[in-house]
């Protein structure tokens, strides 16, 4: 079982470091007064794995939904508002979680906002709503109609000792150093799956943490790869790109050259087939300029690569520490990128000395080139550029 499952809060008290936001919750739901709760935070910090604790412990059943998942007014409604007025199934009393409310944007959510309010305000049972933004602009209208509770990032002596209980019970020998690095990280789902990734490797340190691509910054293309790969909820891979900053086809390329570091057999023909889906929605924006297929591209990329393990046995996912290269496609972009660059550079430099136009500067390369290659630097060239003449 993977840490991120197995360490799952399945009560309050295994919520990390959200003393003070449970003690609001708590008494929110002793007595809600018509009114919904808005748990608002970054991402990783438990809002949603409160509403499931709280459902544990308090016997409710959860009718959920992911507000990206809205398209309109009427979707709510048929969806949540009319759970929120029939009895439970077996007679334990609801809690109706609504996940990232501050996924509702755009003229065709505007009726969304307005069913949410409607399903604050008649549900018989307890309305538990999570965001990261509670000032994004969908959610404002939310505000008069909830109480707001927000759940901070742990500090990182709370996130190093929990991670050292973590390993601790898990037999991991992994040194302390690694592990309060991992803790600086802002996620600590996040810091499960790093510290998972070094599992296989005895006495791991901080050498091993920037094999992962770690570093103390927002989320890494390393961290967003091993969020999609190890994610064994679709939730879980839908939050892979949170804090990445990198173009979505960028991504594909990345995931198209580690999939077989990861995946095998049927489960690798699975993912493969995923990521082709997603670079057809890729060329239909491009050629088409209709930006709306662009959800296609990132669910097939994430949700679906992740899925790809569905009822695949040890065989289908490689085990053990994994780690992750570069696009070579890009790679090859970027350093055909840098050399025009430097080409272009080494043209207005000659063409300076010898007061012609670039094109005409072409003309000097033979020399300058036999001259580099008996040592000679000529215009105080550098040494990228006297590397690109002797390379030709």
């Known amino acids: 079982m993977r840490l991120i499952d197995k360490y ?24 809600p007064g018509n009114k919904g709760l808005l748990a608002y935070g970054p991402p990783g910090t438990g809002k949603t794995a409160t509403a499931h604790a709280l459902a544990i412990e308090k016997g409710l059943e959860v009718v959920e939904m992911n507000a990206s998942d809205f398209r309109d007014e009427e979707s709510i409604r048929g969806r949540l508002v009319n759970a929120s007025v029939q009895a439970s199934l077996f007679a334990t009393g609801k809690l109706i979680l609504v ?14 906002a307005n069913a949410i309010i409607e399903l604050i305000q008649t549900s018989r049972y307890p309305v538990f709503l999570t965001c990261n933004d ?23 002596d709370v996130s190093a000792r929990f991670l050292k209980d973590v390993a601790d019970a898990e037999g991991l020998n992994i040194r302390q150093e690694a592990v309060l690095q991992i803790a600086l990280q802002k996620d600590l789902r996040s810091a499960l799956l790093d510290l998972e990734a070094l599992a296989s490797t005895p006495n791991a340190g901080i050498a091993e943490l920037e094999s992962l691509g770690y570093r103390n910054r927002d989320k890494s293309v390393f961290e967003a790869l091993r969020d999609i790969f190890k994610a064994r909820t679709w939730q879980h891979a839908r939050g892979a790109l949170e804090g990445l900053n990198m173009d979505i086809k960028d991504l594909v390329l990345w995931l198209d050259e580690n999939m077989m570091r990861e995946y095998e057999g049927d489960t690798l023909a699975r993912g493969f ?19 709306s297929l662009l959800k296609y591209t990132i669910d097939l990329s ?29 790679q090859t972009m970027t350093y055909s ?28 390369m033979p020399v300058l080139k036999g001259m580099a290659s008996q040592g000679i630097r000529p215009f105080d060239l550098s040494e990228s550029e006297l590397q690109l003449l002797k390379e030709g």
Do not use: C
């Open 337 to 364: 990128r840098n050399k025009r660059l430097v080409l272009n550079g080494l043209l207005k430099k000659i063409a300076g000395h010898a007061h012609t136009s670039t094109r005409t500067a072409w003309s000097y």
């Open 8 to 31: 799952q809060p399945r009560k309050l008290s295994d919520l990390v470091g959200q003393e003070s936001a449970l003690k609001e919750v708590l008494a929110w739901l002793a007595k």
């Open 273 to 291: 087939d995923a990521l082709s889906r997603a670079d057809v929605f890729m060329g239909r924006i491009k050629r088409r300029q209709d930006w």
């Open 134 to 156: 509670n000032w994004a602009t969908s959610v404002r209208s939310l505000k008069p109609y909830v109480k707001e509770v927000e759940f901070k990032r742990p500090r990182t």
């Open 99 to 112: 996940d990232e409310v501050d996924g509702l944007a755009g003229r065709t959510d505007s009726g969304a």
């Open 302 to 330: 994430t949700i679906g690569v992740a899925i790809a393990k569905a009822g695949a046995t040890g065989e289908g996912v490689r085990q053990g520490f994994i780690s992750y290269r570069p696009s070579k496609y890009l």
